[in-house]
């Protein structure tokens, strides 16, 4: 029987909120925008909760996360900030090392708001979430070997846009 009750739910809304309002950040760039529409796609399982199928929820809740994104930013380029990633170690560090990371997180920032959004998605969810290929594409409704090709793409863009000394 479909359906989802009220524990359920909420069991699904702790487990899934932060993961659901990463992809959405990934995807926007904007970390108050992926709140509103993290929670505008549990307002939209809520109110189909008498039809959802426990087993089918997690896919849809990309599903739906990922056509309120759509819907509001059809062509928009979105760019994410990796340089507070690089920053994390405050050792004093030469001017010039300043520069080089500063060059490198400029490079790699506007390398990946470049990628096409299907590679964007499928990179950031390995690399930041640390999801498996398998993962991915359980979540996307996509096959593995679709995701392997999205994050070989991605890497290869990557690698030819980013090019910093070893």
């Given at each position: 029987m479909p359906g989802i009750n009220k524990n359920e739910f909420i069991d699904l809304f702790n ?152």
């Amino acid at each position: 029987m479909p359906g989802i009750n009220k524990n359920e739910f909420i069991d699904l809304f702790n487990q899934m909120y932060k993961t659901i309002k990463n992809y959405i950040y990934y995807k926007t760039g904007d970390i108050d925008l992926a709140d509103d529409i993290a929670q505008e796609t549990f307002i939209k399982i809520w109110e189909k909760r008498n039809e959802i199928r426990l087993e089918t929820i997690k896919s849809l809740l990309y599903k739906i996360a990922g056509n309120l994104c759509k819907n509001r930013f059809e062509h928009q380029q979105v760019v994410f900030d990796f340089a507070n990633k690089f920053r994390q170690n405050e050792h004093a560090v030469s001017p010039e090392f300043e520069l080089e990371l500063k060059e490198f997180n400029e490079k790699l920032q506007n390398a990946i708001g470049g990628l096409t959004e299907k590679n964007r998605v499928v990179f950031l969810m390995n690399r930041i979430d640390g999801l498996t290929y398998k993962q991915i594409a359980e979540n996307l409704e996509i096959s593995i070997k679709a995701v392997e090709k999205r994050m070989k793409n991605a890497l290869d863009i990557l690698k030819k846009k980013i090019k910093y000394k070893i």
